[in-house]
């Protein structure tokens, strides 16, 4: 059971995160167990439309249902395959008619229980149909936990591209139960990680200490550690959020890391590397460009690659098990991101461990050595 510190500290069921957006404002809540976080519900009374993967159904469908129902909710529930190419048209077409049949209506509410594949898919049904309905967003995943699930990014995948339909559109609550992590499959939980070392660049360099030396507590999923280290990094996906809902401008910070990792993603094609995995390699790729762009120490570069490692997330492409990738391939997805322009990819690049600026461009000669670099074989 976990019984966690962080909440035991705040003498109370749940750690609360407030995502502060004037009338799109919520609360991120995370406790142990779905009562905790789903009593009280802001949609009380109403049916919801309960979406999940078979995986997450098989584990937490019922037990989820039932705190639903203890909150008050009529829910019906509606199981889709597990994977990322539900993210689809037909799994909207698919959910707006169960909608229907649920007999959805203005006041009612879709709730996404699982990862950022179901959530991304519930988001964008939820944020469209009937012009929109509420929103729960139920995280199952680390991935969803600390990223997806927080700041409003719905949407699917096109025969183009992924994520190329969507919507912001903010959830009403979100309800985490950290004891779902223990059920996460060890590949699924590292690439999460890749994210939560992110906020530490990013934002917090204590956040990076502590994850340094606590590094076998992350490894083991300890609960304590984990549920601060969670709620921190909402706190800072909130804070970035509600300065910039829209990605105007200071949001772009969250995208470290990202140009070269969904580049790969592109590339290599989804399943091969996930999206942590990708995004641990750009980690790397953006801290070396920060060294030779904006003066990183090249300390703190290898502080970072030597945390990943202890995490077990890779740090080049060897690594991440990918042979001889091009650059005028990978150089090419880059170009075609939706955050290039004219082809010229803007990139976030770090100062020192903790802070970061975004909108950077780099000359074509740097994008490809810092890729050299990452592609070396490590004998
Ligand atoms: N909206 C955003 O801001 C945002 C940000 C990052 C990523 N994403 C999207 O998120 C998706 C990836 O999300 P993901 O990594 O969570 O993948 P996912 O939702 O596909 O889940 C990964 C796997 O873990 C299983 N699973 C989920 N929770 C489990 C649990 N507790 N126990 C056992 N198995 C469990 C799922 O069934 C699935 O097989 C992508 O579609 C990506 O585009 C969205």
Redesign the pocket.
Known sequence: VIANKALRKHGDQFVKVHVNLDERSYDILIGSDFAAVLADSVVSGSRVLLVT????NA??GDDCEAALRAADLKPFRVVVP???TT?DLSFVAKLYDESGKAGLGRKSCIAAL???????LA?FVAASYLRGVKFLQI??????MV?????????I?LPHG??LAGAFYQPVRVGVNLR??????ER?YI??LA?VVKYGVIWDAELFGRLEANSDAVRNRDPDFMAETIARCCEIKAQVVAMDERESGVRAILNFGHTLGHALENVVGYGAL???EAVAVGMVYAARLSVEERGLDTKECDRLIELMIKLGLPVSLERAGIDDLSWSEVRMAMSSDKKSQDSVPFLVLARELGSVVFGCEVSEEQLEAAYRAVTLKEG
């Open positions: 993967d078979s995986n997450v584990i937490y597990a994977g990322e993210k699982g990862g950022g594949m179901v959530g991304d988001g995280p199952t995943t680390l991935l969803a990223d997806s699930s927080v700041g409003g990014k719905t949407g995948n992924k994520n779902t992590l223990e059920s996460l499959p699924e690439s999460g994210e996930s999206h942590g």
